[in-house]
């Protein structure tokens, strides 16, 4: 089939520097300047919204005047579902935990699924195990072209000599980044050339308050470590555009990933795409780029666990993974 001869309707968030709207925009992209009918049906943003090109401005003005395609498609989280829509329709959505969440097992088993896509084969196989829809995989496209000849982003207080370790992601229970912080405590002190850079944000990257709080939250996890001579850490927390995180990968020599899921994990194929060391464990989305022929990946052990202080679609009733944090350090 050639994309001309597509025609579909595309709800969900699109707009956002989300995960899910990164995923819709990259599927998006290649179909519209292909020529397939789109109509968007663009749902409030996950996230805040980001920078985008003048193209995108375009197609949001022009898709969301088309009639309706011959197929539905809804890419969302999980918790973004209403469980009480009739209407048949292809279904993106993903996980981050080592099953299908037991809250949504009902909602991917309903009739109205026509068909499932998940972004990699974990997922797959956790969805096929609960439901008899059809399960497709469409992996998360890496843009490798616009990764090249990228100059590192000068980061204050930092030397280009300097060997940084650094991790990219919103600080949650999900993502675990005290468990990269504390281990990289306990490795180094203030005599070692390196220094920890976390670009990150705590629920709400425009509330100064919360700002506030992630920057006393890592200084108390630096005070009760107890230990004096702390090696150097870099927090950023402002609002960046995509090529300026492009820049700041480029930057960061060591990626280090302690997330307990991936549905994507963009970051990390990006720091590998730019030929960076990468320090992870080898569960959910991350088994579809790990190799244990590149000396590049570094990978971690790690045991499952409940999932505990989530306020989305998880509860105690679904595991995921939690990093060996002696091997890390």
Not at 193 to 220: C, G, P, S, Y
């Amino acid at each position: 089939m050639k994309y001309k001869d597509i025609s579909i309707t595309w709800k969900g968030d699109v707009t956002s520097y989300s995960g899910t709207a990164q995923y819709a925009r990259s599927l998006l992209e290649p179909l519209i300047k292909g020529g397939a009918s789109v109509r968007l049906e663009m749902q409030p943003p996950i996230k805040p919204e980001c920078e985008l090109s003048a193209w995108w401005g375009e197609q949001f003005q022009i898709l969301s005047k088309n009639s309706g395609g011959d197929v539905k498609i809804v890419c969302s989280p999980l918790d973004r579902l209403d469980p009480a829509d009739k209407e048949e329709k292809i279904l993106i959505t993903h996980w981050e935990t080592r099953e299908v969440p037991s809250s949504a097992i009902k909602l991917l088993q309903s009739r109205f699924i026509k068909h499932l896509i998940v972004p990699n084969k974990d997922l797959a196989i956790s969805a096929k195990a609960i439901s008899d829809n059809p399960v497709g995989i469409v992996q998360m496209p890496v843009e490798t072209d616009s990764l090249q000849d990228l100059a590192p982003l000068k980061i204050n207080g930092i030397d280009s000599n300097t060997i940084c370790y650094g991790f990219i992601g919103e600080w949650n229970n999900r993502n675990n980044i005290s468990d990269v912080l504390v281990s990289y405590l306990k490795a180094f002190t203030d005599k070692d050339n390196v220094a920890l850079v976390l670009k990150t944000f705590a629920n709400n990257i425009q509330d100064l308050n919360e700002r506030k709080k992630l920057l006393a939250l890592i200084q108390k996890i630096k005070q009760d470590c107890k230990k004096p001579n702390t090696p150097k850490i870099i927090l950023l927390q402002e609002v960046m555009g995509y090529d300026t995180i492009n820049s700041l990968l480029n930057r960061i020599n060591i990626y280090v990933c302690s997330s307990r899921g991936d549905s994507k994990n963009l970051s990390a194929m990006k720091a590998l795409a730019m030929g960076k060391q990468l320090i992870i464990c080898d569960h959910t989305s991350n088994k579809s780029f790990i190799s244990e022929n590149n000396a590049n990946i570094h990978v971690l052990p790690h045991m499952y666990e409940p999932v505990i202080l989530d306020k989305t679609t998880y509860s105690i009733l679904d595991v995921w993974a939690r990093t060996d944090s002696v091997t890390l350090s």
